[in-house]
């Protein structure tokens, strides 16, 4: 009887350290800058990236953030699925994602320090 009980603390344990190495993985998977992977969003790994996990995984790199203290600039300006969806079938493609993330990338780059008015800090006199 007390082997059976040491046997079940034990795969207790190794049991609780899988799921919690698991989901200290899954953090890590979450870039706390720049653009998500495809993989990542791809949570059911079926080669597309449906509305659900997209919101789910930009939800969950946002509350990293939080727990990180991390500034939260712009995070109301996220862009919406539908603008990643080119062809509207309601998933996206590793192509499509890339295509809207660099998009977004260029134009945060265009608008760089440009203040009120949309001037550049240099300009404003």
Do not use: H, W
Not at 37 to 54: H, I, M, W
Not at 88 to 112: F, H, P, S, V, W
Request: proline share 4%; with cysteine.
């Amino acid at each position: 009887m007390k082997t059976l009980t040491k046997v079940g603390v034990f795969l207790c344990t190794v049991l609780s350290s899988l799921l919690i190495f698991s989901s200290l993985g899954m953090a890590q998977d979450l870039p706390s800058r720049g653009p998500i992977p495809f993989a990542t969003y791809d949570v059911n790994s079926d080669g597309f990236v449906s509305q659900d996990e997209f919101y789910n995984i930009r939800a969950k790199r946002i509350q990293q953030k939080v727990d990180q203290g991390m500034p939260m600039r712009n995070v109301g300006n996220a862009p919406d699925f539908e603008l990643f969806d080119t062809n509207g079938d309601g998933k996206l493609t590793e192509l499509e994602l890339i295509k809207g993330q660099n998009a977004m990338m260029q134009e945060r780059r265009q608008n760089k320090g440009k203040g009120f008015g949309g001037k550049g800090m240099m300009q404003q006199q």
